[in-house]
């Protein structure tokens, strides 16, 4: 089945400093999603991505899909001590299927 | 929408017991998720059910473990007998096929003592 990979596991920041982390696959996938999870929290969905090449923001995130629709990114600008938490990639199981496998996660860890 | 309610909160056991986890998926979801997550093995998708269906059941360990979805509106995870192994924090989620986006319920923090 499908997997996605996601890199750093953890990254520590300043406040005000920017932060990315890095979502791949080995295949290609038909879309893709991002979670956020506050530390003792559960995950809450974020966006999906579906068109190869495409960038959607939401205030100071950026969400970005490959072109080759094999990778994808979200980018924290400026963070704030409220961006604490981990976040998740989804992509499909396979093919077409509704069931989101997801990724390890990238903890981020901001310092005031 | 008081959105996918998930009981108990916590739960702790001996080794051995049975463990039932409830779940309540958002009314009109008609797809429901049974995740694990642990710090070694991340979130791992245990079963999912559509039309209260079981559709994929590959993630669930052994034998011990065993999920029900007997009406639109509530579904249960139980464990018998639970292991020490077994502890993880069990969420449920659900949402409606082909809508973006699955929503969580709070999570079950499981303790086998």
């Known amino acids: 089945g499908q997997q996605v990979m996601q890199i750093p596991q953890y990254q520590h920041v300043q406040e005000g400093e920017d932060f990315t982390t890095y979502c791949n696959s080995s295949?290609?996938?038909?879309?893709i999603q991002w979670y956020k999870q506050r530390p003792g929290g559960h995950p809450v969905f974020l966006i999906q991505?579906?068109?190869?090449?495409e960038v959607k923001k939401q205030k100071r995130l950026t969400f970005q899909f490959g072109e080759a629709k094999k990778n994808s990114s979200l980018h924290i600008t400026a963070t704030q001590t409220t961006d604490v938490g981990t976040y998740f990639c989804?992509?499909?199981?396979?093919?077409?299927?509704?069931?989101?496998?997801f990724g390890r996660g990238t903890s981020l860890i901001v310092h005031p | 929408d008081a959105g996918v309610i998930q009981s108990p909160r916590h739960e702790v056991t001996e080794m051995g017991q049975e463990v039932t986890l409830r779940c309540k998926p958002i009314?009109?979801?008609?797809?429901l998720f049974w995740y694990r997550q642990t710090m070694m093995r991340g979130l791992e998708l245990l079963i999912y059910?559509?039309?209260?269906?079981?559709?994929?059941d590959s993630g669930m360990p052994e034998d011990r473990f065993s999920a029900k979805m007997p009406n639109a509106s509530f579904s249960t995870l139980k464990i018998q007998p639970s292991e020490p192994r077994d502890s993880a924090v069990y969420f449920c989620?659900?949402?409606?096929?082909?809508?973006?986006?699955?929503?969580f319920g709070s999570g079950t923090r499981l303790t086998v003592v």
């Open positions: 989620a659900s949402s409606l096929v082909g809508v973006y986006g699955y929503t």
């Open positions: 295949t290609t996938l038909s879309n």
């Open positions: 991505l579906v068109k190869s090449g």
């Open positions: 989804a992509g499909p199981k396979s093919g077409g299927s509704y069931i989101p496998t």
């Open positions: 009314s009109g979801h008609n797809s």
């Open positions: 059910f559509n039309n209260n269906v079981p559709i994929d």
